[in-house]
């Protein structure tokens, strides 16, 4: 079992930025690819960014390509998105994700294993 919770949601002004957090606890975090995902008010789920075990392979939809980067820290268990330049459809809760090493790349999501609570981003215009 793997326990994913999210930190470091909050108000922002569109432009500003904000660091999310995703901490992990239980099996060795090093062994999970990790992900964030954001669901809008009204609107299903969607990926964000991904990261392999080891930080060599790292994905991103279009819409935050230049603007989100995703990294890890395996010796704290932690996976961080930092969001810089926000826009207010940047508005989501968002959802960290692990999923064991194996499979395609990057994982769709009904693939990954573990999901946080989530934390919500609200992004003023």
């Known amino acids: 079992q793997v326990q994913l919770v999210e930190s470091g949601g909050g108000l922002v002004q569109a432009g500003g930025s904000l660091r999310l957090s995703c901490a992990a606890s239980?099996?060795?975090?090093?062994?999970?690819?990790g992900a964030w995902f954001r669901q809008a008010p009204g609107k299903e789920r969607k990926f964000v960014a991904a990261?392999?075990?080891?930080?060599?392979?790292?994905g991103y939809v279009d819409s935050v390509k230049g603007r989100f980067t995703i990294s890890r820290d395996n010796a704290k268990n932690t996976v961080y998105l930092q969001m810089n330049s926000l826009k207010s459809e940047d508005t989501a809760v968002y959802y960290c994700?692990?999923?064991?090493?194996?499979?395609?790349?990057?994982?769709?999501?009904?693939?990954?294993?573990?999901w946080g609570q989530g934390t919500q981003v609200t992004v003023s215009s």
């Open positions: 994700a692990a999923k064991r090493i194996g499979g395609n790349w990057p994982p769709a999501q009904y693939e990954y294993d573990y």
């Open positions: 990261i392999s075990w080891g930080g060599s392979r790292i």
């Open positions: 239980g099996r060795t975090f090093s062994s999970y690819h």
